[in-house]
């Protein structure tokens, strides 16, 4: 046996071994994300039964006004398209609701509430989700990733950083806004395919030197795979503000039940 060439084997192979285990600990968590993304865009028929509760909070002390809103509504996506369907119930409160606010524009129309919020390109969103998610990440600058315990699982969590036009879509109000930061992560399982994101911004700026405003949000999306379709089972958005005239706090809960 040649001892030389013995030795030299074993070496070869414990730098090998080393080399493949450092990849494995050191995995590119963004490119298995956006892998997954691309992959989780199918367009099998799906249909869910779709609940929204909004809670509105403008105002303070003697002045607050509370406005809540709730609707459930049939969602189908299929080859023909996005569907929307509001049982003759929900189509009976809106109008009732649309006749008291003709009599007093402020009372309680908890449907139109929910109604007015739901847009139909944000419902298709929650039914195929992985393009709005890769259009995010496109936008994000990636800071890092790291290793987290999740439902007692451990993944990864990867940290990004948001613009303020990823937030604010208008052009001509960020001009006004001096401060911003916006944090988002998303938590991805062995493959990259994401379980949850977290969105959390805040910032503040002044208009017109008399109107100051502050504004933050907090958001949380928890994921679902249907027939490779990636789906959002459950969403909860608060965003609010603060201004030199008055303050106002929304929350938005969206529930998918498949």
Do not use: W
């Not at 192979?13 to 080399?19: D, R």
């Not at 907090?218 to 503000?241: D, I, S, W």
């Amino acid at each position: 046996m040649n001892i030389k060439s013995t030795f030299n084997g074993i070496l070869v192979s414990a730098m090998f071994c080393s080399i493949t285990t450092s990849t494995m600990a050191f995995a590119d968590g963004l490119s298995d994300l956006k892998s997954a993304l691309e992959r989780l865009q199918g367009n099998s028929p799906i249909s869910a039964i779709l609940e929204a509760t909004i809670i509105e909070n403008q105002g303070e002390g003697k002045d607050k006004v509370v406005k809540n809103g709730n609707v459930e509504i049939n969602l189908q996506d299929g080859e023909q398209g996005l569907q929307i369907t509001y049982s003759n119930q929900v189509l009976k409160n809106a109008d009732e609701e649309s006749n008291l606010r003709v009599k007093d524009e402020d009372a309680d129309t908890p449907t139109l509430n929910a109604v007015d919020r739901l847009e139909a390109t944000e419902l298709r969103a929650l039914l195929s989700s992985a393009s709005s998610l890769l259009r995010r990440l496109e936008q994000a600058t990636f800071i890092d990733e790291q290793e987290v315990v999740y439902y007692g699982k451990a993944v990864r969590v990867l940290n990004f950083e948001l613009p303020m036009r990823t937030i604010v879509n208008n052009k001509k109000t960020r001009e006004y806004v001096d401060k911003f930061e916006g944090k988002f992560q998303v938590i991805i399982d062995d493959d990259g395919t994401p379980l949850e994101t977290q969105l959390n911004f805040k910032g503040n700026g002044r208009a017109y030197i008399v109107l100051s405003l502050k504004a933050y949000g907090t958001g949380t999306t928890k994921f679902k795979v249907v027939n490779e379709r990636l789906v959002t089972v459950h969403q909860e958005f608060t965003n609010g503000y603060e201004s030199t005239f008055g303050e106002r706090e929304t929350t938005q809960t969206i529930q998918l039940n498949l």
